[in-house]
């Protein structure tokens, strides 16, 4: 497709288990970065991928949570032992400039 | 750190009226970016400002970077349904340019 996908779209998960979520970007996008968005509320930064470089991590909110990206293109957000705070809506954008980001439609998390 | 701060929180109007939105924040930026989302999508990008000054339309959307570089301005004239939605401001989250810090958005609601 022409744009960045997520799956899956919705998910729902009890506390204390383990999430994937998967992130395809814009095909030829080099830079790949992970957003969290809670009700009511604008989108924190969570991680960012650029090329080869080491990921900057620094929004990561604790070590429950990290992120790959295989091949310079897929991308999957991983957190563990899921807690009721983590419910959210998970977004993940490409970019070939820096500031110009096309968002995929996310993925609703939602954890009992 | 940087906060974005978005006014006014929610908006309800009438078909056809003008709509004015601004952010501000406690640093410089040197790029500002207006975002609409609507339910269940993520960000769209609706103008990019990247000088002090700028004034760029976008149909009949029009977007302008204060002079101090510390503020944006977004309005929307003669509104129609399809422009409901939550409109976010955003700017580099740091100098390195690495990844995106939002306003917590403005929801609008248009009457027919």
């Known amino acids: 497709g022409a744009g960045v996908s997520q799956s899956p779209s919705n998910k729902v998960t009890e506390k204390g288990k383990d999430v994937e979520l998967r992130c395809d970007p814009i095909?030829?996008?080099?830079?790949l970065y992970w957003y969290r968005q809670s009700l009511g509320q604008g989108l924190e930064f969570l991680i960012y991928?650029?090329?080869?470089?080491?990921?900057?991590k620094s929004g990561l909110p604790s070590d429950r949570f990290s992120a790959e990206r295989t091949g310079g293109s897929v991308s999957t957000l991983t957190i563990q032992r899921t807690q009721q705070e983590d419910s959210a809506v998970y977004l993940c954008a490409s970019s070939l400039a820096e500031n110009e980001q096309f968002f995929g439609p996310g993925t609703r998390l939602t954890v009992l | 750190g940087q906060q974005l701060n978005q006014s006014p929180q929610s908006m309800f109007i009438q078909e056809g009226e003008d709509v004015s939105m601004n952010c501000t924040s406690s640093?410089?930026?040197?790029?500002w970016l207006w975002y609409k989302q609507e339910p269940g999508e993520g960000p769209v990008l609706l103008i990019a400002l990247y000088k002090a000054g700028e004034l760029t339309s976008n149909g009949r959307l029009t977007a302008q970077f204060g002079i101090t570089r510390k503020d944006s301005f977004l309005n929307i004239s003669a509104s129609i349904p399809s422009d409901v939605g939550i409109y976010f401001c955003a700017g580099p989250r740091n100098q390195a340019g690495t990844a995106l810090i939002f306003g917590k958005g403005t929801t609008l609601s248009v009457s027919s």
């Open positions: 095909s030829g996008h080099t830079a």
């Open positions: 640093s410089i930026f040197n790029t």
């Open positions: 991928f650029q090329g080869n470089s080491a990921p900057d």
